[in-house]
T-cell receptor, first 112, second 109 residues
Framework: DGGITQSPKYLFRKEGQNVTLSCEQN?????MYWYRQDPGQGLRLIYY???????QKGDIAEGYSVSREKKESFPLTVTSAQKNPTAFYLC???????????FGPGTRLTVL | EDQVTQSPEALRLQEGESSSLNCSYT??????LFWYRQDPGKGPEFLFT???AGEEKEKERLKATLTKKESFLHITAPKPEDSATYLC??????????FGKGTKLTVNP
């Protein structure tokens, strides 16, 4: 089955820690995205990548970092510089930036 | 700046009671309007893409339409399993999607 997987489903972080969220896709899509979802707000773009070894900041990139070393993988690191990281994180991919995006199941990050 | 406003924020229907959800947008050069369904604690599920005014798409009890300023998601004879949050997003001049806050639909049996 083709799709997008995210792990872990739930993640707990202590203050001052960096954590990495995994996103893998086997859809052969070129473009990948990370969004953050908070209650009562629309999805907000953190980072996106249109091709391997290249990525761009989205609207709320501060305190986050990414890498795109393989087409299938786009991990997101939430650093200690992110002041309010508790949220639901969604990874998405699309065959082309102009087409629809398909989402993974999400990772819920909670800061203890 | 591209903007999307969805209304109502929440809608409660009886099973079989048809209704519509609204997505109003302001964008410089629409390059796609997207509807998604999201169940609690899950990622959004893609429903439709619309590109030009007058375009319509259907899937089971759902029908999406597009004008130059808004899109409607019509739900005909809804069932309890249609309960979810419906998200609208637009792509304008940039390659980024701008999402609305969603409409939470509850269908009571």
């Amino acid at each position: 089955d083709g799709g997008i997987t995210q792990s872990p489903k739930y993640l707990f972080r202590k203050e001052g820690q960096n954590v990495t969220l995994s996103c893998e896709q086997n859809l052969n899509h070129d473009a990948m995205y990370w969004y953050r979802q908070d209650p009562g707000q629309g999805l907000r773009l953190i980072y996106y990548s249109q091709i391997v070894n290249d990525f761009q900041k989205g609207d709320i990139a501060e305190g986050y970092s990414v890498s795109r070393e393989k087409k299938e993988s786009f991990p997101l690191t939430v650093t200690s510089a992110q002041k309010n990281p508790t949220a639901f994180y969604l990874c998405a991919s699309s065959i082309d930036p102009l087409y629809e995006q398909f989402f993974g199941p999400g990772t819920r990050l909670t800061v203890l | 700046e591209d903007q999307v406003t969805q209304s109502p924020e929440a809608l409660r229907l009886q099973e079989g009671e048809s209704s519509s959800l609204n997505c109003s947008y302001t964008v410089s050069g629409l390059r796609g309007l997207f509807w998604y369904r999201q169940d609690p604690g899950k990622g959004p599920e893609f429903l439709f893409t619309l590109y030009s005014a007058g375009e319509e798409k259907e899937k089971e009890r759902l029908k999406a339409t597009l004008t130059k300023k808004e899109s409607f998601l019509h739900i005909t004879a809804p069932k309890p399993e249609d309960s979810a949050t419906y998200l609208c997003a637009v792509r304008g001049g940039s390659e980024k999607l701008v999402f609305g806050k969603g409409t939470k639909l509850t269908v009571n049996p």
